[in-house]
């Protein structure tokens, strides 16, 4: 079966090829056999009535008593419309909040997110990604893949940048497929210009940084430059509590340093890796940035009285060693530029943006990155039909042994009515 499926798959890609020319120009998108979705339909199925399987799940909570992951399951599977890709978010809300939670299936998971793709629901997919918590929806890289594939494809960078904070969070940025995509996503929303509150600068810089340390190209350490900038900004301005909180980033302060030790090392290496002008300017902006910010403080504080001072209605939170960080940004400003100077006189500032070298990844790696994806789906999607079919044949044990014990219940009972019968007979003799 994997054999004749993985065929489908190449022939699929194929046939691409040769129809659609422009596909090159376009290499950032997934292609058409990683997106297909003959694969996943062609697989066994259990057709299930939803309607009396929604009945049956309402019953089963009414008498507070677990519904199992199967039944979720087959509900999943069996949406046809898009007015029950709804039903099915409310029970997989309902079955969250029950105590069969932890057994949410993976490839339930990975089938309500097809689903929301295939009937237009998109936006369902990212919500319950994002209240992961309150559905415990956590997918898998090739899952996400096709979710962030599916948000550019539409040119939506923000939802696209949604999914990849939430790759994030969950550091699943192994795949290099996922960090191709998700670089492409968060290059395209930066080139928009966002108007970004502290908490989305905040996002963003982790997103950057977190996928770009597992690079060490070009892209990748325009990334870990991006990101170690926008969190350093966030620091010097609210603090590293406001950096680290819900975030798996390091504890530690210096995040501005951290930018510079990447230009340092793109200076200091021997191959071709060079970093983007726009990252440089960028970095350059928020170091003219917190400097007019610091001198605007330092002024406002000589002119401020001590009763003015008191009356702040913004508590500052930062503590003596957000204070000492601080107090470095003028040795910061002065490593920038001779770094700057350092990296022009080697060549190592490439004047193609952030947004083409990530392009230029993804038109060179992205299809060789593609094959082992397919090949570990592949793999993965046999071992959930192995997994189904067990659940199921457990299921039909299970009800055979509750139907013998319901049977013999009822012979219990009427031996010992018949009994009591024959008792109260030999009484009245």
């Known amino acids: 079966m994997a054999a004749s499926v993985w065929k489908r798959c190449v022939t699929a890609a194929v046939k691409v090829k040769r129809v659609s020319p422009s596909l090159s120009a376009r290499r ?27 009945t049956s799940m309402d019953k089963t909570y009414t008498r507070n008593l677990p519904v ?4 979720v399951s087959r509900f999943v599977d069996n949406i046809s419309a898009r007015e029950e890709v709804d039903q099915a978010e409310y029970y997989l809300y309902k079955f969250r909040h029950s105590p069969n939670c932890w057994y949410l299936r993976d490839w339930t998971i990975h089938s309500w997110v097809r689903q929301c793709l295939k009937y237009g629901a998109r936006e369902k997919a990212l919500h319950t990604i994002k209240n992961k918590v309150q559905y415990g929806i956590f997918p898998d890289d090739f899952t996400f893949n096709l979710l962030i594939d599916a948000y550019i494809e539409d040119g939506d960078f923000t939802s696209a940048c949604s999914v990849v904070e939430e790759v994030m969070l969950q ?15 968060l290059a395209s929303y930066r080139a928009t210009r966002p108007q970004l509150a502290v908490s989305g600068e905040r996002a963003l810089g982790a ?11 070009t892209a990748g350490l325009g990334a870990q430059l991006l990101g170690n900038a926008l969190l350093g900004k966030v620091e010097m301005s609210k603090g590293i509590n406001a950096v680290f909180k819900g975030m798996p980033l390091f504890w530690g302060h210096g995040y501005l340093d951290r930018a510079l030790a990447v230009m340092e090392r793109v200076a200091a290496a021997s191959g071709d890796v060079k970093l ?65 100077s350092q990296l022009e006189s080697l060549g190592k500032v490439d004047s193609a943006s952030f947004q083409a070298s990530v392009a230029a990844l993804a038109q060179q790696d992205l299809a060789a990155a ?41 012979a219990a009972n ?6 009591e019968a024959a008792g109260v007979g030999t009484r009245d003799r």
């Open 28 to 54: 950032w998108m997934l292609s058409a056999a990683y997106t297909d979705t003959s694969v996943w339909e062609s697989r066994e199925k259990d057709p299930q009535n939803l309607a009396i399987l929604a």
């Open 68 to 71: 199992s992951s199967l039944t």
């Open 171 to 185: 550091e699943a940025f192994d795949l290099p497929s996922t960090q191709i995509l998700s670089l492409h996503a």
């Open 207 to 217: 997103s950057l940084l977190i996928c770009g340390l597992r690079r060490d190209d």
């Open 276 to 340: 983007s002008k726009d990252t440089l300017d960028a970095m350059s902006d928020v170091l003219q940035e917190l400097s007019s910010s610091s001198d605007s403080d330092s002024s406002g504080a000589e002119s401020a009285g001590e009763g003015e001072e008191e009356e702040k209605k913004e508590e500052d939170t930062r503590d003596e060693d957000d204070q000492a960080e601080q107090a470095k940004l003028p040795q910061y400003v002065s490593r920038f530029k001779e770094l700057s």
């Open 370 to 410: 593609e094959q082992p994806d397919l090949e570990q789906y592949l793999g993965r999607l046999q071992t959930w039909e192995a997994e189904n079919r067990h659940l199921i044949e457990r299921e039909k044990e299970m009800r055979v042994k509750a139907e013998q014990e319901k049977l013999e219940r009822l």
């Open 414 to 419: 009427v031996a010992a009515w018949q009994q």
